[in-house]
């Protein structure tokens, strides 16, 4: 329901081309927090593939003080927040415009176009911030060349940066001048306004030269706030091994003389992509092995990767318009999670990636896709653009693009990027050109084969459901699999037509052993014999006959997660256990075992005979005997990884759980989770104890994946031998762990030891959160860490949420800082079901509250808390009333953001 006066929705289907073109920016900042001077003096066109219209430039909270045309005045209108020019010359020659403006940076809480962070201008433009600086056509189909100069104060804003190069600067002479300085700075590339990008502060820069594979010198620089710099090694390396790595795997160079990354405390998301000035969120920059754990660490890596990978998928070639941003970023999700598998190296390092990336896409895109914000990878409408900054959009379309990597090969892949660079570079294109240069590169492939097909994954929304079955001829050693595709309805799709689905398949014998089989074609025609094959499922049903099939199989379904769907085969328990045990494919061993638990944990939720007493705790084993033995033999196994073995002891989580229930009761299900953990730990003791002494690690703290994995082992088992010692009195491990934490060399081993005490509940906590806090007093995001542990921590009967409410007057506590938000009260909402979901409803009143307190200050942090309550028609009663009451609470705010309206307003749609 849209109010008069309410913005509408933009369509896809409105898309039309630009009337007019920018050729050239010339801005000049004067540079001043509370009142920012900004001249713009464009060149701009007719675009004479479209009627004649009046250029409507894009504002947003300017103060306007003169427009000029050609050196002289002008009339002009305001519609809206827009700048009406309809007077311009006629005909096709170029327009000088010159548009002077102010702005206040000071009072910028949104944190999009130019704000001040601790004293230090940032911009963030995408997707619609430029247009918070100045009047524009702030749309990324508008390529334009920029020079910027910045002018301020010398001693309070002792850098100045913007993209590309510096061409000049120095001190500003004349009257009213003193103490001022300038630089100028020229981007060689042309680019779209979300790209523009200054910084101006009191910065110091880690430096390194390279020479690029051609020869080419480069400077590359981190900017941070002094006192910072020894924290920044990682990230200077992480970019080296970004820039070798496009240039070696795509043959896709640094196409800059310089190239900056700063960081800040204030941001609304992880960094940005800004030609030449990525800008990023502290917590994606700074790390020493005292303040980060091996997960910032390995966060980095990915962050610096994904933005310094934009350059090319991005910025070189960028989106026609805001419904194509999967083009950018799912492919570019795709090269960041290349990168980090390249990089870790082993099978194992790879494999460990690649199930924490589908970890990701199943626990919260899954559950986005069955949810009123599901929404194709190229959507059709938006209220909010910044809404759609997904995991549906990044994550999904990184498997849309890993589904076309998957058929047509790792080369083919590469001859479709060169295709794709070779047609477009320089052009702002949409999803359909990238599949069709991928597919082209390809012909004869089953992508070109079935291309228009395949695109489907780019318009339909919603999750595949593949149901297979399979039935053994053990006369004719034939084996037939039936695979059949379905998909639920989603908002504005009622009905979807068949995916193109890459499915790889092995089959094993019962005991564990790969056969290697014939798979027929179309045809009936026998391919090679191989352990492994790619089916791909296009119909609504299909069934695929191998040969040569020896004895009965167990298949081992949809290898190394080849598409992104919900898969459904009827295993035995035994043949899940033959699969964990055996599978040669890494990521369906460690889905064997998620299936197992899964089973136990669901089984257990829907028996009405499993009693929750009213401290929420089961007296009944839920923990069958084989489980807890094979857990037992993949902790003690001799050969596999220990980041391996934590993926696979650790059970589903709680949303995970609930998405596989029509619905849900979120106590019961905490409280079923919580119990399986609890007797693991206790049937497990001693193999944790074992884990523990034989994982610690005592040479020097290297961040790499061997290592990683180890600490991630140990802390795992501490956390369930501490959880134990709940169970059994005992004193000794929560004391080693007290112990480990007072004694750690790292941020990991520290945190984990911490977070041990914390969750199982042990009076030391107190005392070891109160010596976290004075030992990280000045870090601030040590600090989100301390903040995140306490609001995520383990809820046993209700403690939560009033621990949260004391943490929000801790003074420390900051709810304009994205960050130090996030970390108390998404840890809550979004991050710890168990105790955000209280039959008292007191959690969505809290929730409620903080949507609107937020609002008001920053609508992007705010949609984003506001999507807590996505699922609350699953909910049972007496969650899903309340939840509605406290949505629809929101939802009659008259005041609300674009952000919070679009998304409350959908989840209330029927
Ligand atoms: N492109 C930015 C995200 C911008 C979000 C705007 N609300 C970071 C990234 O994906 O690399
Ligand atoms: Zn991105």
Redesign the pocket.
Known sequence: MLREGQAKPTQRADYQAPAWWIDTVDLTFDLDPAKTRVLNRMRVRRNPGVPAQALRLDGDELNLARVMVNGGGTSFKMDGSALVLENLPAGEEPVELEIFTTCSPVKNTKLMGLYVSEGTFFT?C??EGFRRITYFLDRPDVMAMYTVTLRADKAQFPVLLSNGNLVDSGDLAGAGNEGRHFAKWVDPHRKPSYLFALVAGQLVAREQRITSRAGKEHLLQVFVRPGDLEKTEHAMNSLMASVAWDEARFGLPLDLDRFMIVATSDF??????NKGLNIFNTKYVLANQATATDVDYANIES?VG??YF?NWT?NRITCRDWFQLSL??GL?VFRDQEFSMDLAGTPSARAVKRIEDVRVLRTVQFAEDAGPMAHPVRPDSYLE??NF?TVTI?EKGAEVVRMMHTLVGREGFAKGMALYFERHDGQAVTCDDFAQAIADANPGSELSQRLEQFKRWYSQAGTPQVAASGSYDAAAQTYTLTLRQSCAPTPGQPEKLPFVIPVEVGLLTEDGQAQTVQLLDAAGVARSPAASSLLVLSEAEQSFQFSNVALEPVPSLLRGFTAPVALHYDYSEDALLTLLAQDSDAFNRWEAGQQLAQRIALGAINNPAVIVDANGEIAENLLPERFAQAMREVLRHPTLDAAYKELVLTLPSESYLSEQLEVVDPQRVHAVRETLRQQLAAALQGDWAWAWENHRDSGAYRPDPVSSGRRALTGMALHMLCLDARRSGDAVWPGRAYQAFKDAGNMTDRFNALSALVNSGHPLANDALARFHALFKGEALVLDKWFALQAGATDRGGQILPAVKQLMLHPDFQLQNPNRARSVIFSFCNGNPGAFHRADAGGYRFWCERVLELDAINP?VAARLARALDRWKKLAEPYRSAAREAIARVAARPDLSNDVREVVTRALAD
């Open positions: 963030q995408e997707a609304n998301m992880g960094a940005m992509e962050v994904h933005e934009h991005g950018k970023e570019t653009i910044n900054y990044y992007q």
